[in-house]
Structure formats: C-alpha cells, structure tokens
C-alpha cells in the first residue's frame, strides 16, 4: 500500500469510503457534514492507495487556530478515520496516523485533537485530557432554570442576517476555535455533529433591547433521522443568563424529554444557572484524545499566559520532555501526559501551589489553560 498526502480528485473516493463505513440510510453523507475535511480546498488529509490507485483507508486531519486568551495554538483534528472493511487487520490506520504526526510536527503544530480513544490512539500516545461539566436538564428543571432567571430575553431560532452578531460572541469567548463569519456560516449548514448523533440541528438565539445576547446550538430528535441520543448542546456562547434562557425555552419549544448539556470546565457561570435548577454536575473529561506534537513548541506557543515572575517555571528538555517543573525549592520531572494533565486539567494531580522569593513572597499556581470543548462546531 502507498501512504500519501490526499489529492483533491481522491477525495470524492474517501467519502464514499467513509459513508460505507460509518453511515446509514438515514444519515446525509460525510462529505456534506464535513467540508473542512472533503471540501478543503487544500487537503491535509492522508490515504492508503492500492496497486490500481484507489483508496481503501483514509484519515481525515484539518488545521484549526485555537485562540485561548492571549495565545494562539496551531493545532489540527483527526477524524474520519475508516479502512476498507475487506483490508482491515494490515496496520494502515496506524501508518496513516504517523504520516498524520509527522504531517502536524512539519505545519508546526503543537497538538492533535482526535475524536477517538480506541487503543489505535492510545497506543500511539494520544491522552484523555482536560475537563468537562455534564448537565442533564429535565422539563421540570428547565421550569425552575426559567424562574430563577432575573433578566427577560426573547428566544427565536436563528435567521441567516444574525450570523456577524453570533461570530462576534464566539469571538469575545475566552478560548475558542478562530475561525471567519463565512466558515462559521459553513459549520451552521453541516450540522456535523447533529448528523453523527441523528439529530436535528437548530440554533436558538436570545434578544434583548434588540441586539442579541446569546445563541445556542442544540441538536434535537426529529422526524429526519432515528436516533438513540438525547437532544444535545453543541455549541453556544454570549451571556451565561440568555444561555441559560435558551436552554429552559428548549425543551418545551421542541418537546423534549432531556436535554444533555457539556460544558468546558471554565463555563463555570453557566454551570452554576443549571445547578441551582437541580441539573445536577458530573465532572468527565474532554470529549476524545489529545496527542502531543512538540512539547517545547506548545509551551512557546502558550508563552503569552505565562506571567514574567514565573518564567522558567515550566521547561522542556526536549520535544517529548522530560519537562521540568518547579514547584518552589522542589522540581517535579513529567512527561508528555503530566504536561497536558497539568496545563489542561484542573483537577490535575501535579497542579500544587509553588511559593518563592522571586515572587516576592505570594504562592503562585500555574492555572489551568482552557480549552474549546471538542464535540462542538469544528466536531471533526
């Protein structure tokens, strides 16, 4: 088999692969639900060729730009991940994901998000990371939710002349994908995750003294596709109250029995309207896994989050470690998982406060660096 870089006339290929292997009748194609994957442009992505050039595995990697306060990650997502049933058992998805690493570490790229965990992904070094706020709301919760609300908003699904203001509160989020009106525009159309899960995609956008204080995409069983799933945040952003407002005015607005709800551990506000109305918190982790690219490139590309009186605090030895990591008068040694435990988890172990003299006497913790939670939007 000959692992390369896809080319745009293989794609259509690697999508009817992908829909042979992952999708019903029921389900719109993958081409459609992934543009940024069969649709680039200029793919990133790698497949597996036979003798007579076609393709009989594939893995979908996209390039993102996260921007988490003051720093920007270059980082891709690897999805899509699929093998010609009759050629399965001959190590080409583990080929393809190497091409994939080497790929990522050439671009520059610190991270790779993937939408897996099996042991493909596992063995090669991909991480669960970071943490997630599970919510589950009931009807009867999401009366409650409503009456706790002090502020009135006008909920309404989304019209299309919305979409500068909806880009705008995803731009003022402290840490999302970067990404234009028109792309965003794109993202609403696929309705990718939606469509993994059987549901149907709308968005509901809060107003309040005519400009918009909220929007929230919610996937929802519908008449389209059968489904299994409970109806599902997907993406939201604006004010944590008019989201709060949304989610209440969605489960009567489509009749729903439940609605699940995760959020990344820094929508700590919006968390807290949910629990007060008895939806009740379960901590899990980020949806997926996490591969370290280069160690010493991620650190360089978090260097705005990190204050000048903790510099040498955090270092690298090498691009895979070890990563030296002082705490006080003592150095604690990591890998690459206790570094994406410790800069992306909260609850992280080795995350101890460190005093010194150099910080004129206060203790000073390294915070967690919050990151986009990864089945929303860019779901790839």
């Known amino acids: 088999m000959n692992i390369k870089l896809m080319e745009p006339h293989a794609l259509k290929q690697a999508v009817d692969l992908s829909d042979q292997v992952f999708l019903n009748s029921e389900q719109p194609s993958m081409g459609s639900s992934f543009p940024l994957i069969f649709d680039p442009g200029f793919s990133h992505s790698y497949g597996a060729f036979d003798e007579h050039g076609n393709v009989t595995a594939f893995m979908g990697l996209v390039p993102f730009t996260i921007r ?8 891709f997502s690897i999805g899509s991940v699929c093998t010609d049933p009759d050629q399965r058992g001959k190590g080409l998805a583990g080929e393809l994901l190497e091409a994939c690493k080497a790929h990522a570490e050439r671009s520059g790229a610190s991270l790779i998000f993937v939408s897996g965990d099996r042991s493909l992904y596992t063995r090669a070094g991909c991480r669960h990371f970071g943490r997630v706020m599970e919510h589950r709301l009931m009807p009867e919760g999401a009366q409650e939710l409503k009456n706790k609300l002090q502020a009135e908003y006008q909920i309404r699904e989304m019209k299309s002349e919305d979409i500068f203001a909806m880009h705008e509160l995803l731009t003022k989020r402290n840490t999302a994908y970067m990404s234009s009106v028109s792309e965003l525009g794109r993202l609403l159309d696929a309705s990718a995750y939606a469509n993994v899960l059987q ?3 709308k968005v509901l956008i809060a107003e309040q003294n005519g400009g ?12 389209r596709m059968t ?8 993406e939201w952003a604006g004010e944590a109250e008019a989201a709060a407002s949304i989610l209440s005015e969605a489960i009567p607005l489509y009749g729903l029995t439940e609605l699940l709800i995760s959020l990344a551990w820094q929508d700590q506000e919006l968390s807290d309207y949910l629990e007060s109305a008895g939806a009740a918190k379960n901590h899990i982790q980020n949806s997926g896994t996490i591969f370290l690219v280069n160690g010493q490139e991620l650190l360089r590309q978090l260097a705005p989050l990190i204050p000048e009186e903790a510099a040498g605090m955090l270092q690298a030895e090498g691009d895979h470690g070890p990563y030296l990591y002082k705490q006080g008068s003592n150095t604690i040694e990591l890998d690459d998982e206790g570094l994406i435990s410790l800069l992306f988890d909260p609850e992280s172990p080795h995350r101890v406060t460190a005093a010194g003299s150099e910080m004129g006497g206060q203790d000073f913790m390294l915070r967690p660096i919050p990151l986009p939670y990864t089945a929303g939007l860019q779901y790839i």
């Open 227 to 234: 489904t299994s799933a409970p109806a599902t945040l997907i």
């Open 212 to 223: 918009i204080a909220a929007f929230a995409v919610i996937g929802v069983p519908g008449n």
């Open 199 to 201: 549901l149907d995609q």
């Open 68 to 75: 988490t306060e003051a720093a920007q990650l270059k980082v």
